[in-house]
């Protein structure tokens, strides 16, 4: 039976819309929007009403990989603008309606199932070297 953080979390996928911030690359200041997840992109709805619309073929993440951590995606090369999102369940929801391109992006887990992955895939050469 799922926690009820992993229940949490299941849940959160099926949202759309979260609460993040935007880094513009350019300067220091941190920007409240809500991002909302579409099939081919998310758009960044600012507070003053402006919107940003990033194609998901032009991101990068950058950080979430890991359950307790924040979700960074970059876009962009030499001083990349970035959307950062506190909640994991945000890569769940982005990898389930980004269909075609959602596997591009890492799901968040816990640090102990990618020590034991790790372990795993080292198997092979130890016994090798035995």
């Known amino acids: 039976m ?8 299941n849940g959160d996928a099926l949202k759309t819309s979260w609460a993040g911030h935007y880094y513009d690359g350019k300067t220091s200041t941190r920007h409240s929007v809500t991002v909302v ?18 194609p998901y073929t ?3 993440q950058a ?3 890991y359950r307790d ?3 960074r995606l970059e876009r962009g090369t030499d ?7 506190e909640d994991p369940a945000f890569l769940l929801a982005l990898r389930r309606i980004a269909l075609t391109v959602g596997d591009r992006f ?3 887990t816990d640090p102990l199932t990618a020590i034991c992955r790790i372990l795993v895939a080292l198997l092979p050469c130890s016994a090798r070297l035995g």
């Open 79 to 85: 001083f990349p603008e970035a959307l950062v999102v």
């Open 58 to 60: 032009e991101l990068n």
């Open 2 to 9: 799922p926690s009820q953080a992993e229940q949490s979390i």
């Open 37 to 54: 997840l579409f099939s081919s992109g998310l758009e960044l709805r600012m507070t003053d009403s402006g919107r940003i619309w990033w």
């Open 69 to 71: 951590e924040p979700v």
């Open 63 to 65: 950080q979430g990989g």
């Open 106 to 108: 890492r799901p968040p």
